[in-house]
């Protein structure tokens, strides 16, 4: 008769798939209590991404990423990835004789946040396998589940490309994290790291530092390493040239694109990694100073290929903005703001993403000093110091910190249990250190030290919604005849997906055109305001008096259209067509 399965060893063997069910029955859990389970994401990028999803479903070509509704005439051209379009759209297509499409795609929405939640899951479990140790398994799961029971990148409905980007990163730090450059999971690596790259440009600079820090420890590891290396590279460089192939048209194919995957990503990621793999096959067994010779000659190829074929690449592409759409517009979305910016009236928002990336640093370094885990740690202090840099620039970027954060601290906490880490430390210590890993702990510690009175971001966004009626207000246009809405900028991927009209702006940098136009009429005088809504051919204007857009724009502008608006002083050419809701609707009259 068999022996009973002991169930510490079972989970232990099972830990992966434990914390991949655990996670997501936690944030279906969320959802459901919620009620949006089942629904569109809350992000406004979410939205757009379903709009963009449906399109291609409806017919809209391939290369063709076309926003036809959105700006001014003629559309815009969306810098979006048709790699996480196509998942999406696969699912709902197979669905939608069994369910009809729109349910089709709402099992769809549902469904594809999990496949980043694996990713993630799964790479978190690799990695602290590599490192060793139950206990460093153990904490892992632990403070993950933490970090992601309730993640808003991750919850059903959650369709934005970032889930699929944390994800990919997640899969390749791991598996590099093995001693010993093993060529699979080197190979994985490589071509995980390059789709995130493929899939949107934010996390570039995380790329080049993985990529940078696999770079190093060839050179420094010399043939032992050269397997390893060359897959490495050589999957990178496949990977980006395929993805290129797949999601540029060939009259693009010349064309520099700063903000999307173009002929510049694809210069710079196929000849680094193709000159990364000859490299480590030609020069490892070579001297430590030949390695680093070629991995200098490496660098200088591509930073001349990215100057040769997109020089203006070289600097930021939202400095193309107008100062005004840089002065009230980008400087005012939530998740393009530095984190800092936050302290006035939201410590706890500051505590709560900064905290755990601190903390972890602070792990992670440790583990350089101690010495055990040395090149570990040092690849996170690598990650966590850009994760750190790039969130005090803006704050979306936490969530890569709260994730890179979660193995060091881990090895931290398992070695202080375990008596590992040094007469300093005494063992107990290990409940404060895991106490202080937890993103909530730091959330808690910042209400209670800031404002009082002040509601939580989240909260304050919601209230808002809820006070514009956005249902009602989707209502009352789809009575309307088929027109341009100028609308806050944050309602426009509800627009779009709720309703037939067309919108003149949205949070989508390419979208300046729209965007500037939108930020005059706001501001402007009356008369003025009238002149631009007849050149931008603006048929409706929607105002929410209790939107924070609205209510900016007049204090702003205290002479400007809103403000004569909200102060009840409607001009004469906007005729009321709506049914007297929180959201004022008025059709512009023709002249």
């Known amino acids: 008769m068999a022996a009973p399965v002991q169930p510490v060893r079972f989970a232990e063997r099972h830990a992966g798939l434990l914390l991949f069910l655990a996670v997501s029955f ?89 496949a980043s939640v694996l990713m993630v899951t799964s790479g978190l479990v690799y990695a602290a396998r590599s490192v060793g140790g139950r206990g460093v398994l153990l904490f892992t799961c632990l403070i993950a589940f933490a970090v992601l029971f309730r993640h808003f990148r991750f919850l059903p409905g959650a369709i934005d490309h970032h889930n699929v980007q944390l994800g990919l990163m997640m899969v390749s730090v791991a598996a590099i994290v093995p001693r010993g450059w093993p060529p699979a999971p080197m190979a994985v690596s490589g071509a995980c790291l390059a789709l995130a790259a493929a899939v949107g440009v934010e996390v570039h600079l995380f790329v080049a530092t993985l990529a940078g820090f696999v770079a190093l420890d060839w050179a420094i590891a010399g043939a032992p390493a050269r397997r390893g290396a060359v897959v490495f590279g050589a999957s990178f460089a496949a990977v980006m040239a395929a993805t290129f192939l797949i999601t540029v048209p060939p009259l693009d194919y010349g064309i520099a694109r700063c903000d999307a995957h173009s002929s510049v990503t694809l210069l710079a990621g196929l000849g680094g990694g193709a000159a990364f793999a000859l490299a480590a096959q030609t020069a490892s067994g070579r001297t430590l100073r030949d390695r680093v010779l070629a991995l200098g000659l490496v660098a200088v190829l591509c930073a001349g290929l990215v100057i040769l074929a997109g020089p203006q690449c070289i600097s930021n592409p939202l400095d193309a903005l107008s100062p005004q759409a840089r002065e009230l517009w980008l400087s005012r979305v939530d998740e393009a703001r530095p ?25 992670a370094l440790w583990m350089v000093w101690q010495g055990r885990d040395r090149r570990v740690g040092l690849l996170f202090v690598l990650l966590l110091t850009v994760s750190l840099l790039f969130a005090l620039y803006q704050t979306r970027f936490y969530v890569f910190g709260q994730l890179f954060a979660i193995l060091p601290l881990a090895v931290l906490v398992a070695r202080i249990q375990a008596g590992e880490a040094g007469r300093s430390w005494p063992r107990l210590a290990y409940l404060a250190v895991l106490f202080v890993s937890l993103p909530a702990v730091w959330g808690i510690a910042g209400k209670q030290l800031g404002r009082p009175d002040a509601l939580p971001l989240a909260e304050l966004a919601a209230e808002a919604v809820t006070a514009c009626d956005p249902d009602g207000t989707y209502a009352e246009l789809n009575t309307l005849a088929p027109g341009r809405i100028l609308a806050p900028a944050s309602d426009a991927p509800g627009l779009l997906l709720e309703t037939r009209h067309s919108v003149l702006h949205g949070h989508y940098h390419r979208n300046t055109a729209g965007i500037d136009a939108a930020l005059t009429i706001y501001t402007a005088k009356p008369d003025e305001a009238y002149a631009g809504l007849r050149d931008a051919q603006v048929d409706y204007l929607l105002v929410c008096p209790a939107d924070a857009d609205m209510q ?25 067509v709506g049914t007297g809701g929180p959201a004022l609707i008025y059709a512009v009259e023709k002249r």
């Open 26 to 114: 936690s944030l279906t859990f969320v959802s459901l209590l919620t009620g949006t389970f089942g629904q569109i994401g809350p992000d406004g990028d979410d939205v757009m991404r379903l709009v963009q999803v449906r399109d291609l479903l409806e017919g809209q070509p391939w290369f063709d990423l076309t926003q036809p509704r959105l700006g001014p005439e003629g559309g815009t051209l969306m810098h979006w990835s048709r790699l996480i379009d196509l998942p999406i759209a696969a699912i709902a297509f197979l669905l939608t004789p069994l369910l009809g499409q729109d349910k089709a795609l709402s099992v769809a929405i549902t469904l594809w946040p999990f």
């Open 339 to 363: 984190t800092l910016a936050l302290l006035d009236g939201h410590l706890d928002e500051v505590l709560y993403r900064m905290g755990t990336q601190i903390v972890g640093l602070g792990a």
């Open 552 to 576: 900016f724009f007049a204090r702003y502008a205290p002479g400007g259209l809103i403000a004569s608006i909200l102060r009840g002083e409607v001009p004469g050419w906007l005729k009321p």
